[in-house]
């Protein structure tokens, strides 16, 4: 769904960050379909970004051209999004915590997502863009236990000090809809805001980012677990989502992809299970010390633990099922398929 058979004459669809995590599962599942996919990455001749690319099984008529980009070089940007006739932008910094968080995380998100639409506006071909933007974009700094956040809700009070990943993907997502808006005929446009997203890695890179939680536990790099619960989506998932917004869903649409919840415990008891070779650390640690343990975390900060240890968090994904026709793998085959990949290719090491 998404491509057509004769998506391929149809015309090229752009993926931006497709040496991402997502956005590599993105290209396989376009390729998968026969589409023409021109694929955006930093570094063309770093083998960790391309060869898994180029390794992937093309359907007849499909064909793959990977182009550098970067999205703070505005020429690099127009130029990989000309011609292209559907847009789906992934590239972002994710990252929840940097020293610099302006440079380093907020503004490759929005000048980024800037240069993007104003190489959209440059050229005539784009009908559609879709955008991937987040749950950080919708969850707000307060919340309370238990509650069902739904797309109606905007992480408008994310601050560059609390919460910098949630400003870049809040302002990112508002600079998509402000632009939108304001054409009479423009693009269609559809965001997809995922949650925690796991699956099978394709390179040794995409372990550095949301499956990075899993790492932690399979190289013991902490003997204990926090007390967090864990909204789950599988990669493979979003991936079709994306491609499916492409023809589907309603113009403007924002769609929580979303398929449950596991506790960090119930996720390190399920490799355990799974695989028990492997000592992977289950015993969880009571909530004021979790406190204690993120302050040390390079990647998480104290206000972000506060906010979200020991409560969980729900999420209102049934308009992507209603309106992409979703339906979604268990966070706890997500979860598992994410682990061979990574033993088979010893990422471990
Ligand atoms: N993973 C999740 O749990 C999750 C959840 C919700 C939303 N998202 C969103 O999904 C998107 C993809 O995330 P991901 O998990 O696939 O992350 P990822 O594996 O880190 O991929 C990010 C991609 O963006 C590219 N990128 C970063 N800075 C760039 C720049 N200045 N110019 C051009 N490309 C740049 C990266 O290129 P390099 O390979 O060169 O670094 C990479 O291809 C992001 O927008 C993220 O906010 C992710």
Redesign the pocket.
Known sequence: MGVSESQGEQGVVLV?????????HIVANLLSKGASVRA????AS?PD?VDHLMEMEIAEGGQLEIVE?????SESVRKAVSGCMQVI??????VLNSRNPQKKIVD??VI?TQNVLDAIDSTETVECLVH?????AIRPQKWSDGQVLTTETWADDANIVDNP?GL??YS?EMLVREWHDSKDSGPRMVTI??????GPPLSR??L???PSFIMMLLKREIPFVIPMHISI?D?RD?AEAHVRALTMGKNAGRYLVVSGQMWWKDVARAIKSENPSLKVPTRQIPYLLSLVVSIFHPRVSLSWARMHLGKRLFWDASPAERDLGMDWRSPKESLLDTIPPILEKNWLR
């Open positions: 931006t960050g497709a040496s991402g995590y997502i956005g590599s955006t990455v930093r570094d770093d970004r980009m970067d999205l703070l070089d932008h992934t590239a972002a910094v994710v490759p998100s980024g991937t933007s987040s749950t950080a990943y870049a993907k990112a805001n995922p949650c925690v997203v796991l890179r995409h550095r980012g949301s989506v990669v979003v």
